[in-house]
């Protein structure tokens, strides 16, 4: 059964870090692109970061460039998001998901499994 589960959220005040794990199983996780996503409330879930297979390149929203690092470790089958310097607009559920796709990381459909969630908040 394929899973991903996320971990890390929680309540961190403005300036804070955060790192997210994402934790997979039941797939080939090593052959897999992983992509970090999040939702606030009333908005649509947007594209936060993605690291490819095979090639390990990196690719960030202009909201988060320079404050988030995405990093993928095969041998533990994990991804890790990275936050720094947070503020109250990073509030959201972040989900991450895994791809086959070879372009397209930016876009929901190009994914094929999908976590839960783990929700970060921002105090100002």
């Known amino acids: 059964q394929v899973q991903l589960v996320e971990s890390g959220g929680g309540l961190v005040q403005t300036g804070g870090s955060l790192r997210l794990s994402c934790a997979a199983s039941?797939?080939?996780?090593?052959?897999?692109?992983l992509g970090w996503f999040r939702q606030a409330p009333g908005k649509e879930r947007e594209f936060v970061a993605a690291?490819?297979?095979?090639?390990?390149?990196?690719y960030y929203s202009e909201s988060v460039n320079g404050r988030i690092t995405i990093s993928k470790d095969n041998a533990k089958l994990t991804a890790y998001l990275q936050m720094n310097s947070l503020k109250p607009d990073d509030t959201a559920v972040y989900y991450c998901?895994?791809?086959?796709?070879?372009?397209?990381?930016?876009?929901?459909?190009?994914?094929?499994?999908w976590g839960q969630g783990t929700q970060v908040t921002v105090s100002s």
């Open positions: 998901a895994a791809s086959r796709a070879t372009s397209r990381f930016i876009y929901r459909s190009s994914y094929d499994y």
């Open positions: 039941g797939f080939t996780f090593s052959t897999y692109s």
């Open positions: 690291i490819t297979w095979p090639d390990f390149n990196r």
